[in-house]
């Protein structure tokens, strides 16, 4: 951070602040046009109402480190240790990116399960609750490395880490690599692939109205979710590599000290500006693509909202 110009430093800080609030608003109109209208209260909207959930967490836990940071004297000492942990450090904001990644499996899977294997079990509220609990602890597993090596460092007057062994850095960025990227990409391009083979590219013809209904509902909820899940690993992949490339860097002997000062802080900030991109733009992405959402929207912010049924649109979620 210290390598950036002063100007550079407050046009992060601004960027940083209109995108969290962005984030709060946009995220907050999805969770009440799915608490205020029943229509929406279905499985995969009460899936994309903990994205969005997740959003709003991770937009605020990232206050302190990116746009709070130099306004006010961090203590040291122990206090200084848990605040580093639970709130200065963003700890708690990688946990929810991490969580997103998983609601986003779990989405893949209900949309394949609904699409390709119509005839077996959907997902119900007490399914969802054991997905979301689940989502939390692999996050929690996977953010347990690094949060138990933060501490506060009385040198820089930043949280910084403090690893036990000297290959525990590299074990936790590969970590991350493997459990946040590489294993939910791969999983997610099996599903989704199959998934648009049977809506898109499928011999079956269709003959019967509701069900050209139920198949055009389908196809738009999918690139509603396919949309999110690409732009999510757009955005997320960098800060992942900016972290395992950093790591690796600063274990080789012919590595400047001096460059990874001008290099990496921009980096690493651009990288957190794509990933409060990523939770900024998809409550955009839901009233762009999906009517409902859209609707819905639209009446909260008039303030003309109510219970009643929204119209005929086909709710595919109900088969």
């Not at 903990?50 to 967490?57: N, S």
């Not at 692939?193 to 898109?200: K, P």
């Not at 909820?221 to 992949?237: A, D, M, N, P, S």
């Amino acid at each position: 951070m210290t390598a950036l110009s002063q100007e550079a430093f407050i046009a992060f800080k601004i960027t940083f602040t209109v995108m969290v609030i962005v984030n709060i608003a946009g995220n907050s109109l999805v969770c009440l046009s799915v608490r205020r209208f029943p229509w929406m209260q279905t499985p995969m909207n009460y899936l994309l109402v903990h994205l969005a959930v997740c959003d709003i967490l991770g937009g605020l836990f990232t206050l302190p480190r990116v746009i709070l940071q130099g306004l006010y004297d961090h203590p040291d000492g122990l206090t200084g240790d848990v605040l580093c942990i639970f709130l200065t450090h963003g700890n708690l904001g990688w946990l929810c990116c991490c969580v997103s990644v998983y609601t986003l499996l779990a989405i893949a899977f209900e949309r394949y399960t609904a699409i390709v294997k119509p005839h077996a079990p959907r997902f119900t509220r007490k399914k969802i609750q054991i997905v979301i609990v689940a989502s939390w602890l692999i996050g929690g597993v996977v953010c347990l490395p690094e949060t138990t090596a933060t501490a506060y460092n009385s040198k820089t007057k930043w949280c910084g880490y403090v690893w036990m062994w000297n290959w525990l850095p590299v074990f936790d960025s590969m970590l991350w690599l493997m459990v946040a990227c590489i294993i939910p990409v791969s999983t997610l391009i099996v599903l989704y692939g199959r998934i648009i083979q049977m809506l898109w590219f499928s011999n079956d013809q269709v003959e019967n109205i509701s069900q050209r209904s139920l198949m055009k509902s389908r196809k738009r909820i999918t690139r509603v979710v396919l949309t999110v899940t690409v732009i999510l690993f757009v955005c997320w992949i960098p800060n992942l590599l900016y972290y395992a490339i950093s790591v690796f860097l600063s274990r080789q002997s012919i590595f400047i000290a001096e460059d990874r000062k001008i290099i990496a802080p921009v980096w690493f900030q651009v990288s957190l500006v794509l990933l409060l991109l990523n939770s900024s733009i998809n409550p955009f992405i839901y009233a762009l693509q999906d009517i409902r959402f859209r609707r819905c929207m639209r009446r909260l912010l008039c303030g003309t909202g109510s219970n009643h049924q929204g119209g005929n649109i086909p709710d595919e979620n109900a088969q």
